[in-house]
């Protein structure tokens, strides 16, 4: 188990959206603990592909590593801006989620994110957003940085991104999960 589990738990996520062995996902702005990449490589196993994206390279360098040591050939480190639309090097409609965890309270073109998630989401696809819903000691945003959950929705719509289901995601954070129509 992962420390940050206590947060945020990725297998009770997983479940919601039915991940299962096969399944090709990308955990965009993945940051240095891969706390959404290992256990969900766990889960798409030897058939299914993890895409873990960051825009800072030590980030991948850090998860490239963890996951050679740890014998997983199934994840795929994508060095990429996900602000820009079109930019990551992952083809359209080919994902079956996509995972913003405590990442779009972060992103200045939160837009763009949306519409690059989209982009690769095969239709019927999950866009699954966990962001802070209030702050724990010193971590997380000060609160006029946080991601209100009506903008998530908000910018989800605009993509053709129905919303489908909330997650309780503990006391810190909030989740949605919308679907690719």
Known sequence: MHSGTALIDPYK??????????????DLGCGRTGHF???AVKIVGDKGIVYAVDVVKNILESIKSMARSEGYDNIQTVWSDIELPGKTPIPDNSLDA???VNVLFQVKNKT?????????LKKGGYLVVVD???RLGML???????LNPAEAMRLAAQENLKFVDKVDAGEYHFCLI???M
């Open 37 to 39: 990449v290992f256990p």
């Open 178 to 180: 919308f679907e690719k």
């Open 13 to 26: 996520i997983f479940e919601k959206i039915s991940l299962s062995a096969g399944k090709r996902v990308a």
């Open 112 to 120: 763009g994110a949306i519409k690059e998630a989209a982009r690769m």
């Open 140 to 146: 997380g945003p000060a609160e006029e940085s946080m």
């Open 132 to 134: 802070w819903a209030k």
């Open 98 to 100: 996509c995972f913003y």
